[in-house]
Each structure stands twice: as structure tokens, then as C-alpha cells.
């Protein structure tokens, strides 16, 4: 079995989404990845890049994993770093599931879909991991006075009518991305329905079934995620590509995912995200609320950020027409080796090379002098503001 390299993680894969037929019918390079054999082109990454920032792109995220939470609001929010006590129903937020230590085992998103009812979408290479980290925590909470099986996939406390349910199995998803995204929206769901607003989850009705559509993003561009059950997934993807066809729409891979993340900064799991580093040293203590008086890392972050990270995740550019950085390539300065390339790609908007690197604090200031080794060569680069691209 093949194996491929992205974000510096070799992946051996096994599983296919509902999607996988469509993918090898309409062209695409499959790779493995995260476990799962997905499309990473289907014409050239730059090509899908450029539809993406110009026009429209359509991804299958069926691979990233979905869970619900039922009655157990307080209880997830000692899990996670944001607070899902400040959610409106039909609201979601980015948040970080941490170990005890601090470390990031997961970056993901969480919707408050009711009262007392919550949808995350986790990535795909962490579901079983993720799964079973909540599944762990929530036994704890397991009352005595009801014993009794769980269904398959589900844990329940008995007496409080609180579960978690692995529903990735049964459902899939695709993010469409790009700026002719309301076009697209209203040619899928009518022109009188509205596009919901940012960080929000509505449902909608798709010819004779109900379907989720989140508005959040991953590629820098506006955009929808759409949610649905896995027998509809061939219908939904190419009515999505027959309805943006005279929008220039694209199906995309995970290289056109990638480069586009990387451009806005936005971190890969896995890569610049790790058990090994916690969202603060990431600079992404905006998603912490440490106001919350207990979740799991609370009191490592609490320390981390009174004593300052010992290493920062910062972007940076190359100088010149050297090759591009990848990940694991170390970075110097003066002569002194400070961190590591965490990701690293030539940018198709930029037209130079880019990457995130963990870098040792008093040398990560924006605009500071680098120098990235590069098969035995040292090639200037310069540490940049986040966003590395930014709309005109």
C-alpha cells in the first residue's frame, strides 16, 4: 500500500467516504491520509488554489469525524478550552480538546444544535482518539442508580440522560469555499433563503432530506460546510458541481486545502499542532477561556501564559528564489539552531515560499532574520504578521 507525505505525517490508508467513487470517476490522484484514502488534485493544486481564492471550490470532509453530546453541557465544558456556555443555539466556536499536560490532542469546532445538544466535528486522522478520551471522562460521570447498556457507538450516564454518539460512520460533509459562495448557496437551497451568518449551523432542506449548513472556513475564503447523511453524498456533490459549474467551481484536494490554509495561518493537526505544544505556545490563547475555573490543562495553560510560552508557532516567508521550506526543516539564526519547520510550501497567491516554524521565544518577533536549512543549505526567510495573504 502507497504511502504519502502532508504536513510531514506518513499515512498508511484503509478507509474510503461515500465519496471515494466519485473522486476515482471524475480523475483524481488518490492518497492516503489520516487513515483514509482521499483526493489530494483532481487538475493541479495551483488550479484548485486559484478557483478557490477567484471563484468557488467544493472539498469532501466526510473523513473529519462528527460526534454528538446530549445533555451534558456542563460536563463538555470541562473538556474543552472555549466556552460553550456562552453558545446560542445554532452557534458554534473553534476549541481545543487538551490532555492533562496541556498538549493539544485536537483542534476542532462544537455547535450548540439545542438546549442541551452539541455537534463536533474533530479531524479524521484523531476520531477514535478523541472518541475515546470524551468516552473515558464521561464514564467518570456514570451515575450508579441506572446501570444498563449504552447503544453501539453511544456512552450514556444513566439518571441524566447524558450521551456521546460517534455518528461519523453514517454521515458525511463538503465544504464549499469561495468568494461566489452566496451565488452557489442560493442556486443549491433557493434564492430566498438566507445564507446563515458567521460561525452559525442552520438546517435546510436538499430535495427530500434535511441537511446541516455551517458557515466557518478553513481556506481564508467565505464558505459553507455542509453536513449530511452518507446515502445522500454522490447526490449532494454533484449537485453542488452542476449547480457551480457556470461559477467556475472546482473540486478540490487536500493540496489546494493545504496551501490555502497556510497563507491565512490557520494550523494543521498533527503539524503545527501537537500533544507536545498547547494552544498558547500555538498563539491561539484566544480560543482559552481560562476564566473557566476547571478544564483538563487548565492550570499549564494558566502557567504558560504567566510566564510566557518557552516557543511561539510564527509564519514566515523565504527571501529570494530559493526552494520552498518543508516540515521538520530546522531554522537558525546567527548560526544557532532555534526551532523547527512545522509546515512549509510555495504559495500560489505569494508566488514565494512560506511556512509555520516553532521557534524559541526572544527570537520569534515578527520581522526577525532567518535562515532555513534546506538539503544542507541555509536560505534567508523573514518572520512575518499573520495573515501571510490578504485579500486586495
Excluded at 469532501?60 to 469525524?65: A, F, K, P, R, V
Excluded at 438546517?203 to 472556513?217: I, Q, W
Excluded at 459553507?224 to 449547480?243: D, G, H, S
Aim: charged share 20%.
Amino acid at each position: 500500500m502507497s504511502t504519502f507525505r502532508l504536513g510531514g505525517v506518513t499515512e498508511t490508508a484503509q478507509k474510503t467516504t461515500p465519496l471515494y467513487q466519485e473522486h476515482v470517476r471524475r480523475g483524481a490522484r488518490i492518497i492516503p491520509f489520516g487513515g483514509w484514502l482521499m483526493p489530494v488534485q483532481y487538475t493541479s493544486i495551483v488550479e484548485e488554489h486559484q478557483a478557490v481564492r477567484n471563484n468557488v471550490g467544493v472539498f469532501d470532509i466526510s473523513h473529519m469525524g462528527q460526534f454528538i453530546v446530549q445533555g451534558a453541557g456542563d460536563w463538555l465544558n470541562t473538556m474543552l478550552t472555549n466556552n460553550i456556555s456562552k453558545l446560542d443555539v445554532g452557534i458554534g466556536q473553534y476549541t481545543f480538546l487538551l490532555n492533562e499536560a496541556g498538549g493539544i490532542i485536537d483542534d476542532l469546532i462544537v455547535y450548540r444544535i439545542g438546549a442541551q445538544e452539541f455537534l463536533l466535528v474533530v479531524n479524521a486522522a484523531r476520531v477514535d482518539d478523541d472518541f475515546n478520551w470524551l468516552d473515558q471522562h464521561l464514564k467518570e460521570e456514570r451515575s450508579p442508580d441506572r446501570p444498563g447498556p449504552a447503544a453501539a457507538g453511544e456512552t450514556a450516564v444513566p439518571g441524566r440522560e447524558v450521551s456521546l454518539t460517534n455518528r461519523s460512520a453514517d454521515f458525511g460533509g463538503v465544504a464549499i469555499q469561495g468568494p461566489r459562495i452566496a451565488e452557489l448557496f442560493h442556486a443549491l437551497f433557493g434564492p430566498h433563503i438566507e445564507l446563515p451568518p458567521r460561525n452559525s449551523i442552520v438546517d435546510l432542506n436538499f430535495k427530500e432530506t434535511t441537511v446541516s449548513v455551517a458557515r466557518t472556513g478553513y481556506t481564508g475564503e467565505d464558505g459553507v460546510e455542509i453536513f449530511f447523511r452518507a446515502e445522500i453524498a454522490t447526490e449532494l456533490w454533484n449537485a453542488v458541481l452542476e449547480k457551480g459549474e457556470k461559477l467556475g467551481i472546482k473540486p478540490c484536494g487536500l493540496g489546494a486545502r493545504d496551501t490555502l490554509r497556510l497563507e491565512v495561518c490557520y494550523p494543521l493537526n498533527g503539524s503545527d499542532l501537537s500533544p507536545e505544544h498547547n494552544p498558547i505556545e500555538a498563539g491561539l490563547g484566544f480560543f482559552v477561556d481560562l476564566s473557566k475555573q476547571s478544564f483538563i490543562g487548565r492550570d499549564v495553560l494558566q502557567r504558560t501564559k504567566e510566564n510566557g510560552p518557552a516557543h511561539k508557532l510564527v509564519p514566515f516567508r523565504m527571501e529570494g528564489k530559493g526552494p520552498p521550506p518543508r516540515p521538520h526543516y530546522t531554522v537558525f539564526s546567527n548560526g544557532e539552531r532555534i526551532g523547527e519547520v512545522t509546515s512549509g510550501t510555495l504559495s500560489p497567491s505569494l508566488n514565494y515560499g512560506i511556512g509555520m516554524a516553532y521557534l524559541s521565544a526572544p527570537q520569534a518577533k515578527i520581522g526577525t532574520k532567518i535562515e532555513i536549512e534546506i538539503r544542507g543549505q541555509k536560505f534567508p526567510a523573514t518572520i512575518e504578521k499573520k495573515p501571510l495573504y490578504k485579500k486586495s
